[in-house]
């Protein structure tokens, strides 16, 4: 079947995913949260016909799902019919044996490294090294056979600094993969 939702390169796709992962986890935004499970959802009017959520369960060990929904009929009165073509998922953790407030520090930096992701990256969910004061974000991306988001996954790490300022031990850690759930294409 020819792509008749997104462009060639898929760049107006990942333009949506980057502007909807910066509204939800990345922009210090508190996430809805119903028994236990924490989410962000994401639309903008340049893209009516999709629909981005972002769940997650866990704190210092989490695991979470975003999904890009799509509506074909999508118009300002329909609300429903939504179907998921795309996923990643994600799984990690901070060592527990840290301070609470140092395990802050961690997502705190975290979140300021997904921020630093440029559109043309996506689907990575940050930049390949990240140095920081404190911290090293390091990102590890392998795209698929037909492009990133076609089939795709990923190890994060934050290191923290040692003595010297080089890249200690593992303060924390994430796995990711993901792509396409339905062929439109």
């Known amino acids: 079947m020819e792509n008749t939702l997104f462009n060639e390169d898929l760049s ?7 502007n909807a992962r910066l509204a939800s986890y990345a922009s210090n935004k508190e996430p809805q949260a119903v028994d236990g499970i924490k989410k962000f959802t994401f639309s903008e009017d340049k893209h009516p016909k999709l629909l981005y959520c972002d769940s997650y369960v866990g704190s210092v060990r989490f695991l979470g799902q975003e999904i890009i929904f799509y509506n074909p009929n999508k118009t300002k009165e329909a609300h429903n019919d939504y ?11 901070v060592f527990p044996h840290l301070e609470e407030s140092e395990q802050e520090d961690i997502f705190q930096y975290l979140r300021d490294a997904l921020r630093q992701i440029k559109p043309n990256l996506i689907p990575r969910r940050g930049p390949e090294c990240l140095p920081g004061k404190d911290y090293i974000y390091k990102n590890h991306f392998f795209g698929g056979k ?6 795709f996954s990923g190890k994060e ?9 080089l890249e200690g031990e593992v303060v924390y850690q994430c796995e990711y993969e993901g792509g396409w759930l339905h062929n439109y294409f």
């Open 12 to 18: 107006d796709l990942k333009s949506f995913l980057f």
């Open 83 to 93: 179907n998921p073509i795309w996923s990643m998922i994600y799984s990690g953790f």
């Open 146 to 151: 037909k492009g990133d988001m076609y089939n």
């Open 157 to 165: 790490k934050i290191f923290s600094r040692d003595i010297s300022g």
